[in-house]
């Protein structure tokens, strides 16, 4: 079976408006929730809080001898009220064994943190008093992480550009921009989404979820582009619609068998990786999603569109690949 990607664009542009609109609204809506004040849910990382790290006392008799469960852990955590807390089983740097807890939680008075850290004790043993530690986070280093983010973001974008632009042309780089701001919009927009409903939360992970997808997004591009290139060099007088479902139906076995076999492994990531990476995970799904789904159906309409309104149909002969 073959696709007409170009017969029903105008269908695959309503989806992800429709998506992307959605999710607009919904950060409008967090940004004037007063529990939010953001277009995200921000996490401790971008709002400051308490980080509190305890270690057992090995040296004790018996206190080490079971390992730490960090779904004990949780409860524990959960029955003080402090159950969206960050959760980590972290381990010694001289011995290597696992008998350290690293928290990250909201702003906690004194009597909050000796609270929780005897209800800790109890549960898996008492920690050495020496080796605990106690910091607080505040929100100017979660606005630096955000500033820093969004250098990052523009700048890979402004590479890609230049990158897309000496290998193609210039309204290739243009709509392949064009194509991973969909991504990087609708993956903030599900999360804002996500965010409302579930109180999912954004953190510093959540950065490096974007870039990784704009480098994944554009590989697909890439292909597809050059396939597109290559056919407009043996055959310049086709229409460029044909050409692009042509150029999409030769590269979508490859698109979609690289998409799977990278979504097997962030899923196992999502239901087994823990806590700390399972919004991680969720982000990278969702954006590797858009991502395959952009570059056939966006990238490439947008491409094939934009050269039948200018009337130029040689697209591959100003710039040797690379």
Known sequence: MKLSINKSRSLWWFLSSAIIIAGIISMIISWQNPNIRAPLRPSL???GGTRLQFERDCSQPKNCEQPLDINVVR???????????SIQIVADKETGAENGILIRTKNLNRDQRTQLQ????AKVGTFDQQKNQIDTVGPTLGRELFTSGVIALIVSFGGIVVYLAFRFQLDYAVFAIIALFHDV???TGIFSILGLVLGTEVDSLFIVALLTITGFSVNDTVVIYDRIRETLKTNPNRPIAEIVDDAVNQTLSRSINTTLTTLLTLFAIFLFGGATLKNFALALIIGF???????????????ALWRERTGKSNLGTSNEAI
């Open 45 to 47: 990382d971008f709002i």
């Open 185 to 187: 919009v609708m993956t």
């Open 118 to 121: 005897n209800a800790l004790s």
């Open 75 to 85: 409860e524990v955590a959960k029955e003080q009220g402090l159950g969206d807390s």
């Open 289 to 303: 999603t858009a991502g395959a789904y952009s570059s056939i159906f966006i990238a490439s309409t947008l491409l």
